[in-house]
Nanobody, 115 residues
């Protein structure tokens, strides 16, 4: 059974930082394509960043140079370091994997950027 459990969300002021974590189980994590998506209030879900099993990364234009995705295969965990946060980064952030042709999502962790 694939499980993705996010943590690290919260309330932060503009310009601040947060680090999200996603603990994965039920998959061969070191071989897995992982990523983060987000869903702003009243909008659709959008891809934020992805990381391959070889740690190649890709970012949406809106977060490039501010967010960093990384993985720790020993801990079966993927991270999203978010710096220089803006109010428009407010969203529920979801961990994601594409594993043997099936997409899996975590339940999400909310991030609110406000003064």
């Amino acid at each position: 059974q694939v499980q993705l459990v996010e943590s690290g969300g919260g309330l932060v002021q503009p310009g601040g930082s947060l680090r999200l974590s996603c603990a994965a189980s039920g998959i061969i994590f070191s071989n897995s394509f992982m990523g983060w998506y987000r869903q702003p209030p009243g909008k659709g879900r959008e891809q934020v960043a992805t990381i391959t099993r070889d740690s190649s990364t890709n970012y949406s234009d809106s977060v490039k140079a501010r967010f960093t995705i990384s993985r720790d295969n020993a801990k079966n965990t993927v991270y999203l370091q978010m710096n220089s946060l803006k109010p428009e980064d407010t969203a529920v952030y979801y961990c994601w994997t594409f594993y043997f042709g099936i997409q899996y999502w975590g339940k999400g962790t909310p991030v609110t950027v406000t003064s």
